[in-house]
């Protein structure tokens, strides 16, 4: 009976052959079992990029609306939302404002449409709350551990040693209020300074603290960016980048302002991993001033550069309606989510496309024109040796 | 009639408790599986999610379209959330959906202009913000299964298999004429040339397994595997074809060396004259020439199937840009190879052209099946499996050549010809040097 030994090993070359035919066929056959009762759109954002349509699940995270139930905040609330705390007066008329912040370690938050990530949050946001006072006030923020481990708030300003949130740190489960006084105006960042101080920062434990000086500033339409980025997968590389904390949320959402009218923004940047980021401003310029800690701009440009902490007061209005991108000028970063839109309203009911006639380009030609000649006076001054 | 009865009975007895013992740990087995898999809390707990794992097997780049073939090659379900090109994030569809179970594979299509010959890298993130990434060195449109195409492959294929085997073919009346220490000289170099081959598909399958496959394959362990299977199986089909040759009459001879029956018109009379009066041995000995060539044929042909794989792949993937050159390199690295199927039948009597033709075919028709398969249909693994499948098939044939010497060469042994030795090492050389090219 030595027949079938033959049938035995011929049998195993040839089920290796089927798995092997069988794996090579297999990707094309579960392709082809699709449900084709519904039929998505992908793409036709970028001029020139087809637009496809699919029976599969479509992954757009520009153009995707995070749940906000999931979501580790929601970009548009945040713009605009300035915490004062609760106020009270002191004995000899000083302002007190109290703010309690409570941080956590444990959440899992969607910080990109369809990722997930553990963020460790002042309030239960990504950016913290905006903290806003007045040159001169007492300031009291609680800060309630309710997280795993140790964590701090370290603000930047002037404030006694003891207040500083790096030396002592607040145990899970514990409470400590630090208590000072707002000097000197600006803008400033606020952050966990336990260590490791990277990790501490890079899931999340920030915000932005404002102080205005005692005559304030002018009125505008006031707005705060925070700019930062999630190392979803621990490569010490960014996966992300934000500006208020959802990649891209404001490309779907352009933040609506008025025609003429005095926009200020209070930027910062808070961004780990990479040495610098960066805020451009299209079809503008803006004043810029550098840590918002004197009352004349440095500046008058449409792109500014920081490293991380920096940070500065921008003000701009739009002479035109239309739709505006802001972004990072690092471009990687700003096709990893730091984009963004200015939708600019005339006031009226006017469209944006009425608006962009011929005579107001005919108009822009002109002042182009008278401005050239005005620049070309100074050119050669600086070339010729 | 009774007693036979009985006995007939109890060993019916003996083999329903045989069957039951045999039974009884799979029942214990499937118990366990029942328990752990309807109780997970009871024995093991863990808050640890298992880490995802997700391979990029093969990219294609079509009109204003890039589209990653993924699979979750991780130990549990993955939901894909984002793709991206060069770390940059662009809108994509996943069909059919972004949820993988284990295992299952799906094609993540992004619509994006590219620019051939440029490298790209696509990237794959899971819900848990874990990115995974594939690059490839230089984007070209993916070949699509037209007649055209189909055509480009085949002549690739005659290229590299068909015609330089049939080159090496011509060989057989030159070596016909050797002594027999050129002879030895030349089978010897044969089995260099195998052996070289053997080594170079044994690395290269290693190479797609470590690139292009996920570990949960475990393809390295599928490789080794799968040539000690195709090199003992092929071992013991050779000799079983040896065997009954000589057991049988000396007219079926022809018939049961394999190939082909009848066709040839006149046996060599002087070699029937040294049949009728020979020893079995001797017999064996005129047979397994014939034989060896056979398998010879059969292995490269399998070699060639792994090769026209990894060719039509490769041109899939991008990674090889197909100039008059590389094509020109296969040819001259492959020629040898027909020299190695004439080799062992030189001392034989004369084997007709078609019969050549036929082995020369079998051993280099293949190349086109490969191409073909490989640049339509690619998968690393089947790829893996072909080139493991011919490095057997080929460590079979040298092991059968390095007997049949050691029995042809009588008392002198194998090692101590120095003939054999030069032309070992000279036939790796040869395959060396015309590797260079490729």
């Known amino acids: ?385 | 009639m009774e007693r036979e009865e009985g006995n007939i009975r109890n060993t019916h007895r003996i083999s329903k408790r045989t069957i039951l013992f045999g039974v009884v740990p799979f029942i214990v087995i499937g118990a366990m599986i029942v328990l752990l898999l309807n109780s997970p809390g009871i024995l093991f707990q863990s808050s640890i999610k298992p880490l995802p794992e997700i391979s990029i097997e093969k990219v294609e780049f079509s009109d204003d379209t890039i589209v990653a073939f993924v699979r979750n090659t991780g130990p549990s379900e993955i939901t894909i959330a984002q793709a991206d090109v060069n770390d940059r994030i662009y809108p994509a569809a996943i069909e059919p959906g972004q949820t993988l179970t284990r295992l299952a594979d799906a094609r993540v299509i992004i619509p994006f202009v590219w620019n051939t010959g440029e490298p790209y890298s696509i990237g794959i993130t899971t819900d848990d913000g874990t990115r995974f990434e594939k690059t490839i060195n230089s984007a070209a449109p993916a070949p699509r299964p037209t007649v055209g195409q189909a055509s480009t492959f085949a002549l690739i294929g005659t290229y590299v298999g068909i015609i330089p085997v049939m080159m090496g073919l011509v060989w057989y009346p030159f070596i016909r004429r050797l002594s027999p220490n050129k002879y030895n000289f030349f089978l010897s170099l044969t089995a260099g040339l195998l052996v070289f081959l053997g080594i170079d598909a044994l690395l290269e399958s290693n190479e797609i397994a470590v690139n292009a496959l996920a570990p949960a394959f475990n393809a390295q362990i599928l490789i080794i595997m799968v040539a000690i299977v195709s090199f003992i199986s092929l071992l013991y089909v050779s000799q079983r074809l040896i065997q009954r040759a000589s057991k049988r009459s000396k007219p079926d001879i022809e018939y049961k060396t394999g190939y082909s029956s009848h066709s040839e018109p006149e046996p060599d009379l002087e070699l029937r004259d040294t049949r009728s009066s020979s020893t079995p041995f001797q017999q064996q000995l005129l047979i397994r020439p014939i034989a060896i060539s056979m398998m010879i044929a059969i292995g490269i042909g399998l070699h060639n199937f792994g090769e026209g794989l990894a060719i039509g792949a490769a041109v899939l993937l991008g990674e090889v840009a197909l100039s008059s050159f590389l094509i020109l390199g296969f040819t001259l690295h492959n020629t040898t190879e027909g020299l190695a199927i004439v080799a062992p039948m030189a001392k034989s009597r004369r084997i007709p052209v078609i019969k050549l033709i036929i082995m020369g075919l079998i051993a280099g028709g293949p190349t086109i099946m490969g191409a073909w398969i490989g640049g339509f249909l690619y998968s690393p693994i089947a790829t893996i499996i072909f080139l493991s499948i011919g490095a057997g098939a080929i460590f079979q044939v040298v092991y059968s050549i390095g007997s049949w010497m050691y029995h042809t060469n009588g008392s002198r042994g194998l090692l101590n010809n120095h003939w054999i030795i030069i032309g070992f090492a000279f036939g790796m050389l040869i395959m060396y040097l015309t590797g260079l090219l490729v």
């Open chain 1, 1 to 385: 009976m030595r027949y079938p030994r033959i049938v035995v090993l011929v049998g195993v070359a040839i089920s290796i052959m089927i798995f092997a035919i069988s794996t090579m066929l297999y990707s094309r056959s579960s392709l082809s079992d699709q449900n084709s009762s519904k039929l998505d759109t992908v793409g036709g954002h970028t001029p020139g990029y087809p637009i496809l349509q699919t029976t599969g699940d479509v992954l757009d995270p520009t153009s995707f609306v995070i749940n906000p139930k999931t979501a580790v905040v929601e970009p548009m609330k945040y713009l605009r939302e300035f915490n004062y705390g609760r106020i009270s007066t002191s004995s000899n008329g000083t302002v007190i404002r109290d703010f309690t912040l409570i941080a956590s370690d444990q959440q899992t938050k969607e910080v990109s449409p369809g990722v997930f990530y553990n963020v460790w949050t002042f309030n239960g946001t990504i950016p913290g709350p905006t903290i806003r006072a007045t040159e001169g006030d007492v300031i009291r923020i609680t800060l309630i551990n309710n997280g795993t481990k140790f964590h701090s708030i370290h603000f930047h300003g002037i404030h006694p040693s003891e207040m500083d949130g790096v030396f002592e740190g607040i145990a899970p489960g514990g409470k400590f209020t630090y208590e000072f006084t707002a000097e000197p105006f600006g803008v400033f960042p606020y952050h966990c300074h336990m260590q490791p101080l990277e990790e501490h920062i890079t899931h999340g434990l920030y915000g932005v603290f404002i102080i205005d000086p005692k005559q304030g500033r002018p009125q505008a339409d006031e707005m705060v960016m925070l700019m930062n980025g999630y190392d979803t997968d621990f490569d010490t590389e960014n996966n992300f980048y934000t500006v208020n904390g959802i990649p891209f949320y404001y490309m779907h959402h352009p933040i609506q302002i008025e025609k003429n009218r005095l926009i200020r923004i209070y930027l910062l940047n808070i961004l780990e991993f990479d040495p610098l980021n960066n805020f451009h401003l299209h079809a503008n310029m803006f004043d810029f001033y550098k840590t918002g800690t004197k009352l004349i701009p440095d500046e008058y440009t449409d792109i500014v550069t920081m490293n991380q902490a920096e940070r500065g007061i921008l003000e701009f209005s739009y002479k035109y309606p239309g739709k505006y991108m802001f972004h990072a000028h690092k471009t990687e970063f700003a096709e990893k989510g730091w984009t963004g839109l200015f939708l600019v309203k005339d006031g009226t009911t006017q469209s944006v496309n009425e608006n962009l006639n011929v005579t107001s380009i005919r108009n822009i030609t002109d002042y182009s024109t008278s401005d050239f000649n005005k620049s070309t006076n100074h050119v050669p001054t600086g070339g010729v040796k």
